[in-house]
């Protein structure tokens, strides 16, 4: 019993020791601000940001930015991961598919989607199409890139196992090449869910009426510094809570993985 | 897994069932780019016997196997197997095990979801039901070999190929393959073809052995000995001594090198376990 309380009592420290270094960054963050020597222009005590926080919470407009913004990047990596997925398939599976395809994409893989900005305005406005189509491009590539060569590095010696034990067409791709191709699939996924807030975060400042983006822009105006720092603390919750989900689908799909067993 | 010691050979070779199939080579050659790997090779195998072919790295021996799965294509000559596709299951060097899919579900690959029971089966018959559950990175390698054996008798197989199956396994673990290999052979009465760099493994387990030199066949001898074998025995010894000479012998390829006329010192009947 005593020695079951202080296994426990271990493991409970070893879950806060990560915290333990922001905590006391915190805390001495917020002394600063407390005595003056950190003026509120530059960086709001954490109690007043947990404040705004709150302010913004109650009155619903928190939650109306975050689903904006959520919808957007999700929408945005449906498409862009989703197109992705399927032409790395593709480009992976079919040698002529690649000669056709892969020497474009690479070389428009190499302009960083957010110089295409001023082009992207020009062509659909500074409306929701840009911001998705900004999206969309960005977490394209990690996708395309990882299932590609996710396919390719199947093991050769599996897939002829496939044939000579009968397995043909959609089987072989069931059975052998679509998990094979799986852990580097997922490095895609999680690559591009967290470009997909560095994305959304330029395209929301740039120019938007709502979004997580659109309420800092606006209280960076009214020299709201505490709603800035909501905002950004808002990115960073959202994009570990993507990291999230990424590793939850690598722990169910790759649980065969040796590298992915959760003991 | 292992022979009990009353059994005896006779009886063993009575009750066996032969459902294996027959294997037909007529000139026979593989050509990769400027190198001929194989040449001219003739070759009958009767149903359900067991052949060996052994030879150095690099003279064809793996590439004759190859052909046979259907792996490769054949440049000339006609190859005949009295069966279909189906009826052939290799087995790799490696064991070639997926490693997302659980043991049971390796075993069953390609196999219809009401043939389960019989790969619960056959894996119990190689001593890993108890194992079905788990994934193949948590086994060690001479468990990996038993449930890619397991997996291709699970198809009933008329002719089994076996690529160096136990190559890479210790000594010990090695010899508990090979007298699981020939027990269900014994049961299921399947041609087997075993291509080996273990002149040792090769008499211990086949009716005959091949000895493949330069993409042909320099040596074709019938190892008559009875089963199960002393690896200990005078019988056995001769002839693992006369095969591992000729493997060493440098060409030229003596005329009379495709022959049957063995003398053996003697046979043993005496019952081994390890």
């Known amino acids: 019993m005593s020695n079951r309380t202080f296994t426990s009592l271990s493991q409970l420290r070893q879950k806060l020791l990560p915290w333990s270094l922001p905590i006391t960054l915190l805390v001495l963050w917020q002394v600063a601000a407390q005595t003056g020597w950190l003026s509120s222009r530059v960086l709001p005590a954490p109690l007043d940001v947990l404040k705004a926080f709150w302010t913004l919470a109650v009155s619903g407009e928190l939650w109306r930015h975050v689903l904006v913004s959520a919808q957007r990047a999700l929408s945005g990596f449906a498409i862009g991961g989703g197109l992705g997925l399927l032409l790395g398939l ?9 000669t056709l395809l892969d020497t474009t994409v690479q070389m428009i893989r190499n302009i960083p989607p957010l110089a295409l900005i001023p082009l992207v305005i020009l062509w659909f406005g500074i409306d929701e199409t840009a911001k998705l189509f900004l999206v969309s491009l960005g977490v394209f590539f990690p996708v395309y890139i990882n299932t590609f060569h996710g396919i390719r590095s199947v093991d050769a010696g599996l897939i002829e196992m496939g044939r000579a034990y009968g397995l043909r067409g959609w089987a072989l791709y069931r059975d052998i090449i679509l998990p094979g191709a799986l852990p580097s699939i997922l490095v895609g996924v999680r690559f591009s869910l967290g470009f997909m807030w560095v994305i959304l975060i330029v395209a929301e400042t740039i120019s938007a009426q709502e979004g997580i983006g659109y309420m800092t822009m606006n209280a960076r105006e009214f020299l709201m510094t505490d709603v800035v720092l909501v905002g950004i603390l808002l990115y960073a919750l959202l994009g570990k809570l993507a990291d999230l989900l990424a590793r939850t689908l690598e722990r169910v799909w790759l649980q065969w993985h040796p590298n992915y067993q959760s003991r | 897994m292992y022979f009990s010691p009353e059994e005896n050979s006779e009886v063993r070779a009575a009750e066996r069932v032969i459902n294996g199939a027959a294997v037909t080579l007529r000139g026979v050659g593989k050509t990769f780019g400027e190198r ?14 067991f052949v060996a072919i052994v030879g150095r790295s690099g003279c064809g021996k793996s590439t004759l196997l190859r052909l046979l799965a259907g792996l490769d294509a054949a440049s000339e000559g006609a190859l005949k197997i009295d069966g279909s596709a189906d009826d052939v299951r290799i087995m790799f060097q490696d064991a070639r095990l997926l490693p997302w899919k659980r043991v049971i579900d390796n075993v069953s690959l390609g196999l219809a979801p009401a043939f389960r029971r019989r790969a619960r089966e056959v894996l119990a018959r190689v001593g890993l039901a108890d194992r079905e559950r788990d994934w193949p990175a948590q086994l060690s390698g001479g468990q990996r070999q038993r449930i890619a054996l397991s997996r291709a008798l699970v198809h009933s197989p008329r002719l089994l190929l076996l690529d160096e199956p136990l190559g890479a396994l210790d000594a010990l673990t090695r010899i508990e393959m090979q007298q699981l290999i020939e027990s269900l052979w014994q049961e299921q009465g399947f041609t087997a073809i075993l291509v080996t760099h273990d002149v040792q493994e090769a008499v211990a387990l086949a009716d005959r052995v091949l000895l493949i030199e330069d993409g042909a066949v320099a040596l074709d001898l019938d190892i008559r000995l009875a089963r199960p ?8 010894s001769a002839y693992e001594a006369r095969i591992l000479q000729r493997v060493l012998e440098a060409p030229p390829i003596e005329p009379s090198a495709t022959s049957h006329d063995v003398r053996t010192s003697g046979i043993a009947h005496i019952s081994f376990a390890i």
Do not use: C, H, Y
């Open chain 2, 36 to 49: 001929r790997v194989l040449k001219g090779i003739d070759l009958d195998i009767r149903p359900g016997e």
């Open chain 1, 90 to 98: 593709a480009t992976g599976s079919w040698k002529r598919v690649e």
């Open chain 2, 229 to 236: 074998r002393e690896r200990a025995s005078t019988g056995f």
